[in-house]
């Protein structure tokens, strides 16, 4: 019987403390395909590594069974594509582009292949519609009669894991090493696959794959962003963000934060949830944020405001939501307009390069970074581009100088 493997595309902390741990633990060979080839010759090296997970005690869990494959060699990854079991893909938006042409590549060997059958690919990325946006660019190199739909399944997931950076310090002593915290499941869509779910603990198939997709955005993210900036704001000097969270103040707001995306949520997927799953996912999440051991910094949670201000993103996306739905979202919008003060710096004192250039967008005045960043019209949009401006101005500090 021949062996089960998972390739996964993008050996980072998602792909390894997550997806290739849950495989590996279930007898899977997990072969990794990742540009850094340092970290391709060490899992070659090594044959494993080690997941440290932090919780209220300190645990190491060993993968075993994994090799990796250079992604620049196409030839290497579409023969891997070719063989595998079963994908997953965690590399993040803007290069999933970059790996089309290997899994094109790939599949077309694979359907000329009949020891093969439909490949299911698990998208393990932060971002909503992942199906589609990879469905649509794999039609766009496949043969005009490949059969896309039926050959190849694309799952979409909802992925809660909270996986901190590691310090310099700590990835000298050992580069494989991933920190995770102790919660461990992986939300996929039971529709999206196109052959027998894999038998591997933790995977939870959900018929309404957006519902939860939203559920990750609009609560979980939305939340720990919240808690980042009015954090930050609250508290400049703190790193971690159980440090912001032991200030009761901040605490509540995140969780006020929280419930009325929850409420919009409810109103959206009346037959997904109920306001007690939703209002104990919160105080779950809550209490995961809070977890001392993982020591999640303000700066990782709060990195990237573009991204996360964007148009359809945790803020954005659910205020468009309760916009339609005609619902309250002021407490959503108050959260949002924290991450104006948000200078949060990594262990070396850096700021990150996306958060300079929404500073350079924001010295444009509010009305210019809302437009360029969050798609906020200033005439179509005007009244909530003007909560905006005034929420912000209200808790402008001296040093602040926001242009209006």
Known sequence: MEKRSILIVGAGKIGRSLIGQLFGMSGYEVVFSDIDKKLVDLLNREGSYKVVV?????????????????????????E?????????????????LKI??????????????????????????NMRSADQFLRNELK??????FPLDEYVGLIETSIGKMVPIISVAELEKDPLTVFA????????????????????AGLAPKDNIKAWVDRKAFIHNLGHA??????????????????????????????EVMLQSAAILLKLYPDDFTTEDLSDHIEDLLCRFRNRALRDTLFRIGQDIPRKLGPDDRFMGVIRVAISLGMPHDKILEAMAYAFFFKATDENGNRSAQDLIFERELAGGVNHALQRICGIDPVTDRELSEKIKKISTDRLKNEENIGT
């Open 140 to 145: 766009r190199g496949v043969p005009e009669n």
């Open 80 to 96: 891997e594509v070719r063989k595998a079991t079963i994908m997953a893909v965690s590399v993040g938006k803007n290069a999933l």
């Open 226 to 255: 919240a808690a980042a900036y009015y954090g930050y704001y609250s508290h400049p000097d703190a790193i971690y963000l159980y440090e912001v969270l032991d200030d009761q103040e901040v605490l509540q707001f995140t969780r």
């Open 181 to 200: 915290e102790p919660y461990n499941l992986l939300i996929v869509d039971r529709q999206g696959f196109r052959n027998e779910l894999p038998d591997v």
């Open 100 to 125: 089309v042409p290997s899994l094109v590549e790939g599949l077309t060997r694979r359907f000329c292949d009949p020891a093969r059958g439909p490949l299911d690919i698990i998208l393990a990325e």
């Open 54 to 78: 932090k919780g209220e005690s300190e645990e190491q869990i060993v993968v075993p069974n994994v090799r990796a494959v250079d992604a620049a060699d196409r030839e290497a990854v579409a």
